[in-house]
Nanobody, 124 residues
Framework: QVQLMESGGGSVQAGGSLRLSCAVS????????MGWVRQGPGNEREGVAA???????SYADPVKGRFTISKDNAEKTLFLQMSSLKPEDSAMYYC??????????????????WGQGIQVTVSS
């Protein structure tokens, strides 16, 4: 059974940092595309960052230079380090998996499985 469980969200002031984690079980984590997607109030879901099975990453333009996606294959955990946070980064953040070694579409990849999401709130 595929499971993705996010943690590490919360509230922070603008300019601050947060680190999201996603614990994964039920599939060969190290081989596949993983990513983070967010959805703000009244907005559509948007890809934030994605990482291929080989570890190469891609980012959406609004977060380039501020967010870093990484993974620990041994611990089957995906991370998103977020720095220099802005109020417009406030959203539900979802961990997602795509059963291919390559994230088709880069940061805007299409995914097969999703976590339940975790809230990130950035105040000005």
């Amino acid at each position: 059974q595929v499971q993705l469980m996010e943690s590490g969200g919360g509230s922070v002031q603008a300019g601050g940092s947060l680190r999201l984690s996603c614990a994964v079980s039920g599939f060969g984590f190290s081989r596949y595309c993983m990513g983070w997607v967010r959805q703000g109030p009244g907005n559509e879901r948007e890809g934030v960052a994605a990482i291929n099975g080989d570890g190469t990453a891609s980012y959406a333009d609004p977060v380039k230079g501020r967010f870093t996606i990484s993974k620990d294959n041994a611990e089957k955990t995906l991370f998103l380090q977020m720095s220099s946070l802005k109020p417009e980064d406030s959203a539900m953040y979802y961990c997602a998996a795509y059963f291919s070694p390559v994230c088709s579409g880069g940061a805007e990849a299409v995914y097969d499985y999703w976590g339940q999401g975790i809230q990130v709130t950035v105040s000005s």
